[in-house]
C-alpha cells in the first residue's frame, strides 16, 4: 500500500511539472513575439513593404533613420503623384516657351486677366479628353495630327466645329495651375480665297467669383489673325470656357477651329 501510494505521488508530480514546462514554453514564445512584430491577436501587423502598424498608426524608418507616421506618409505619396503627373518639363531657354517665338501674340487688352511669361513657368500638362465636360463632349474632337497654318507647321491638339450659332466648350481644371497656354487658327486649304471668320470668347471661373474674360476677337483667314497665340493668369480656376461661332464663310465645308497649343502651367 505504501509503494501504491508514493507511485501515485511521483506520477502526480511529474505531471505537474511537465505542465509548468509547457505553459512555461508557450510564455516565452509570447514575450518573443511582442519584441520581434510578429501578428499577435491581430493587434500588431506586419505590412508588405515593412512597414509597422499597430493601430491606427504606421512608423516606418526612413533614409535618416527617423520615423514617419502613416498620414505623412500619405501626405507624401500624394505630393510626389501630383509632381508626376506633370508631363513637360519646362528647360530655360526653350524656344517653345519664350512669348517672343510664338506668332501673333495676342494682347488682352481690355481683358480681365494678365498675360504671363512662358518661361517663368517649370512645368505643364495638356489638355485631355477627360477634362471636357460630358454636355460638350461632342463639340470637340481630339487629334494628333500635323496642320498648317500661314505656311508653318504645327501639331493639331485638338478641334472645335463651329456653326453659325454660338456655341462652348467647358473644361473642368483641378485649380492647382497657374497658367494656360492656348493658341489657336483656321488652318491652310489647298485652294486660297476662303473668307472664313471666327468669332471666339474665352472665360475663367473658380466658382466663388463671377466668370473671367481673358480674350474675345476674330480668327480670320488669309491675314495675321488667322492664328492667335494667347498665354494667361489662370491661379485658381476651376474651368475655362470658350464660346464661338462662323460670323463669315458659313457654308464652307472646312469649318473647323484647330488648337495647337493648350497647356495647363505650373510654377
Known amino acids: ?33 511582442l519584441f520581434n512584430g510578429t ?22 524608418g526612413d533614409n535618416t533613420g527617423g520615423n514617419k507616421t502613416v498620414y505623412e506618409q500619405q501626405e507624401n505619396r500624394q505630393e510626389n503623384r501630383q509632381e508626376s503627373n506633370v508631363q513637360i518639363i519646362i528647360q530655360q531657354g526653350d524656344e517653345r516657351y519664350k512669348n517672343s517665338s510664338q506668332p501673333n501674340l495676342s494682347d488682352p487688352g481690355l481683358a480681365e486677366v494678365k498675360p504671363v511669361e512662358l518661361g517663368s513657368f517649370k512645368g505643364a500638362n495638356q489638355f485631355t479628353k477627360e477634362t471636357v465636360l460630358p454636355d460638350y463632349i461632342n463639340n470637340i474632337v481630339f487629334s494628333d495630327g500635323k496642320i498648317a497654318i500661314s505656311d508653318r507647321i504645327y ?3 485638338f478641334k472645335l466645329r463651329g456653326e453659325n450659332q454660338e456655341q462652348k466648350v467647358v473644361f473642368s481644371l483641378s485649380g492647382n495651375q497657374k497658367g494656360i497656354f492656348l493658341q489657336f487658327g483656321l488652318k491652310d486649304l489647298a485652294k486660297q480665297g476662303d473668307n472664313l471668320i471666327y468669332e471666339v470668347i474665352i472665360f475663367t471661373t473658380n466658382n466663388t467669383e463671377k466668370p ?20 494667361f493668369d489662370a491661379t485658381k480656376a476651376t474651368s475655362l470656357i470658350i464660346k464661338y461661332s462662323i460670323s463669315q464663310g ?6 473647323e477651329l484647330f488648337f495647337t497649343r493648350a497647356e495647363l502651367l505650373y510654377e
Not at 501504491?4 to 509547457?22: A, M, N
Not at 506586419?46 to 512608423?59: P, Y
Not at 458659313?250 to 469649318?255: D, E, Q, S, V, W
Request: hydrophobic share 35%; charged share 25%; proline share 1%.
Open 1 to 33: 500500500m505504501t509503494g501504491q501510494k508514493i507511485d501515485r505521488k511521483w506520477i502526480l508530480s511529474s505531471i505537474v511539472l511537465l505542465v509548468v514546462f509547457v505553459f512555461g514554453i508557450l510564455a516565452k514564445g509570447k514575450i518573443d513575439s
Open 212 to 231: 473671367k474674360k481673358v480674350w474675345s476677337g476674330k480668327i480670320i483667314y488669309g491675314s495675321k489673325d488667322q492664328i492667335v497665340s494667347l498665354p
Open 250 to 255: 458659313k457654308g464652307n465645308t472646312n469649318r
Open 155 to 157: 501639331d493639331s491638339i
Open 39 to 60: 501578428n499577435i491577436a491581430g493587434k500588431t501587423q506586419e505590412t508588405a513593404g515593412g512597414d509597422i502598424v499597430r493601430g491606427d498608426k504606421s512608423t516606418q
